[in-house]
């Protein structure tokens, strides 16, 4: 339903054939031996072709254009535009849909009915965003400040994770919809939802709506460290939610990537302790991305290195035996590389040497 207004299906399927003197023969007709470039698919490529055509200056002078050619792109152009209004039009009726009051007194039949349509509101809103250009539509008809304030945590499960869903989906590499979003108070909420909601399925959407407010968002970041996100990431990752944990430990490596400046911080608040902590759990693939976000932490950070060898830790004796464990596994490969890298940078003598110095 949602792809009805996608862009690749608005155009014509194929370009109309131009003149028989630009199409006929081989290399040595008089259309130059590039040939005739192939026709546009969507509205990317047709503005290409209408760049392209404005750019270059074509030797011999090109043949004007045929009526039929000449036809073909006004109707792609109009299709287009008519294209985005419908999609305009079909978020303000899953707006409409979702103003409406909670019915109070209503059957059971009834209120399951009044939620599956909600829901399917949600869900059509979701694909529809995935374009930007839908997106900022979506924010400008007020939609993000309906879903912060009364969807996302209030009424049914199956609404909350959709709500935080859509959040993530309209903010993720768009600056001013990230903005917006932050400041309408959602990550405070979906915090709380990634800490205390009852839904597993409610938590993993939150917790993607938070990557995508915080990665590459500075002002984001602040705000998730304000409201202490890195201990809310870490009581996300000793859950027993595999999906969970795996999210949470891979956003942790990527914060501890791209923002080094808060290893102090993090080290400041056990996180080593607590890292070493969940290796010593059951093995699993999760971690993989534990072991990876421990070796972010020390990297370059001579603080992290000395909490490594804390004795009572017992990391370099973990390690070893996590090396030998894994050697003979391949789908283990990444984590055994993660294992290595600790060994050399926390307990080999070249380290030892130069934590001396």
């Not at 009526?67 to 707006?95: H, P, T």
């Not at 080593?272 to 059951?282: I, K």
């Not at 370059?300 to 004795?311: I, L, M, T, Y």
């Not at 050399?344 to 030892?352: A, K, N």
Request: charged fraction near 20%; glycine fraction near 8%; aromatic fraction near 4%.
């Amino acid at each position: 339903m949602a792809n009805q207004g996608s862009g690749g299906s608005r155009l014509p399927l194929a370009l109309p054939p131009a003149s028989q003197g630009c199409s006929s023969g081989g290399g040595g007709s008089s259309a130059g031996s590039s040939g005739n470039p192939p026709p546009p698919r969507n509205l990317q490529g047709l503005l290409q072709m209408a760049i392209t055509a404005g750019s270059e200056e074509p030797d011999p002078p090109p043949e004007p254009m045929s009526e039929e050619r000449r036809q073909w792109l006004q109707e792609a152009m109009s299709a287009a535009f008519r294209g985005q209004r419908e999609e305009v039009e079909q978020m303000k009726n899953c707006l409409r849909v979702l103003s409406q009051p909670t019915p109070t007194s209503a059957s059971e039949a009834e209120l399951a009915a009044d939620q599956q349509e909600r829901e399917g509101a949600l869900e059509l809103l979701a694909d529809l965003c995935e374009n930007m250009d839908n997106a900022a539509d979506f924010c400008q008809l007020s939609g993000m400040h309906l879903l912060v304030g009364r969807y996302l945590e209030a009424g049914p499960a199956g609404l909350r994770w959709r709500a935080a869903q859509l959040i993530g989906t309209c903010s993720q590499n768009v600056a001013a919809i990230q903005e917006q979003v932050l400041g309408l108070g959602a990550l405070r909420k979906l915090l709380r939802l990634l800490d205390r909601d009852s839904c597993d399925s409610v938590r993993v959407k939150a917790l993607f709506a938070i990557s995508c407010l915080v990665r590459e968002q500075e002002a984001g970041l602040l705000q998730f460290l304000r409201l202490d996100g890195f201990s809310v990431l870490m009581r996300a990752m000793q859950q027993q939610v595999q999906k969970l944990k795996v999210k949470s430990a891979f956003l942790l490596q990527n914060l501890l990537v791209g923002h080094p400046e808060h290893k102090g911080t993090l080290c400041s608040m056990g996180m080593v302790q607590q890292l070493v902590a969940l290796v010593r759990t059951e093995h699993s693939p999760f971690h993989e991305h534990v072991l990876g976000a421990l070796c972010s932490l020390v990297t370059d950070f001579p603080q992290g290195v000395r909490e490594c060898r804390e004795p009572e830790l017992g990391l370099e004796e973990l390690l070893r035996h996590r090396c030998q464990l894994l050697q003979q596994h391949e789908e283990y490969q990444e984590e055994l590389e993660f294992c290595e890298k600790l060994l050399q940078t926390c307990f080999s003598s070249p380290s030892d040497d130069s934590m001396d110095r």
